[in-house]
Structures are given as structure tokens and as C-alpha cells.
């Protein structure tokens, strides 16, 4: 689906009077109303690097991008306005978001070792061939999970942190790890 349709789930999701599982839990339908807050604050405020925005318009082939995300997911709330802002540079890459939990299930084809983290950015050439594979969180955010998962953080203390740590990066980190990403699928010539 087109960023537009992501963004209408979430929409009919909030405004759902029954919203659908696994959003009919109140914990659920809070991360989802909280995520739709802060993507739409990174859509307005998310500043590019002048690296990132040279290397995406150097990308002379088509490209489609598929986003693997859901609007539950903590992580994505930063990191899917970043990836839209990027693709949008270029008017060869096309951008396709799929739900993780929904059909036809890519996820399962770009597992983290066995879990389903997500999101999940896949670069494919025209031909559909994977051309490079990111996610499911920056480095540095991925270490802070990794310590508080070791100290049995709870997942307040968890949640917590992590939105700290991405509000202090401002999407640097994954745009830091995504810039030798979109040079390697550029051809060398």
C-alpha cells in the first residue's frame, strides 16, 4: 500500500468505535495513538542529511522500497517518516508498505535470527531482486534494548528509554546506517 493508505489503517484504527484485534485491547489502540502523535511529528520537524538526500538522488534505476511496519510498533513511529521523507527525494523509487501481521506475511522472508521485528526496509531492483535489507532499529538504540532486556527491564522502563533515545538521535543514527545502504545499490560506473 501507498504511504496514504498506511495512514488511513491508522486513521480507521483511532476512530474505529470497535477498532479490530489486536487493537481492541486498550494498550494496543494507546501505542497506536501515540505512534500516529509521533510520525506525524517527524513528518513535520525530521531533518535529512545533506549526505542522505546527495545519495538518494544518485540512485538512476528504479527502486521499490517495501516497508514491513504496523501501527502498534513503537520503533516505527520514528523510523517510517525518515524512510518516507527519503524515498520521496527520488522519483524512481517506489514505496510499498506491507503489514507485518497481515497477509502475505513477508515478514516471514526477513526474520531478525527468529523473531519478526519489525520495521523492515527492503531495496529491490526493477527485477525484484533484494538489493539491501534494514532494520528493525538503529545500532545505538538496538544496544539500549539489548542492556535492558539483560537488566529484566520492565517494558515501561523499556518503552521509556527507547523513545528517549530516538528524540535525542532526531532520525541521525538511521540515516548514519542507511547512507552505505542506498550507495551500495547505486552501480558503480
Not at 486513521?11 to 481492541?24: C, F, G, R, V
Not at 546527495?54 to 514491513?68: E, L
Not at 520514528?78 to 523509487?93: D, E, R, S, T, W
Amino acid at each position: 500500500m501507498k504511504f496514504s493508505a498506511y495512514e488511513e489503517v491508522f486513521q480507521e484504527i483511532l476512530n474505529s468505535p470497535a477498532p479490530q484485534p489486536p487493537y481492541d485491547h486498550a494498550a494496543y489502540l494507546d501505542y497506536a495513538k501515540l505512534n500516529w502523535s509521533r510520525q506525524q511529528r517527524w513528518l513535520k520537524t525530521g531533518v535529512l542529511s545533506n549526505e542522505v538526500v546527495a545519495a538518494v538522488k544518485t540512485i538512476a534505476a528504479p527502486q521499490q522500497w517495501i516497508v514491513i511496519t504496523e501501527p502498534w510498533c513503537g520503533d516505527a513511529a520514528h523510523i517510517v517518516p525518515f524512510l518516507q521523507m527519503i524515498a520521496a527525494l527520488n522519483p524512481l523509487i517506489s514505496i510499498d508498505y506491507q503489514l507485518r501481521d497481515s497477509p502475505p506475511f513477508l515478514i516471514n522472508s526477513y526474520l531478525t535470527g527468529t523473531s519478526k521485528s519489525i520495521p523492515k526496509l527492503v531495496i529491490r531492483d526493477a527485477a525484484g531482486a533484494d538489493l539491501a535489507v534494514w532494520g528493525p532499529r538503529p545500532a545505538g538504540c538496538q544496544e539500549v534494548y539489548n542492556r535492558l532486556i539483560a537488566e529484566k527491564a520492565d517494558f515501561e522502563q523499556t518503552k521509556i528509554a527507547l523513545q528517549k533515545w530516538y528524540n535525542e538521535d532526531k532520525g541521525k543514527s538511521l540515516q548514519e546506517e542507511l547512507l552505505p545502504l542506498l550507495v551500495s545499490t547505486v552501480p558503480a560506473g
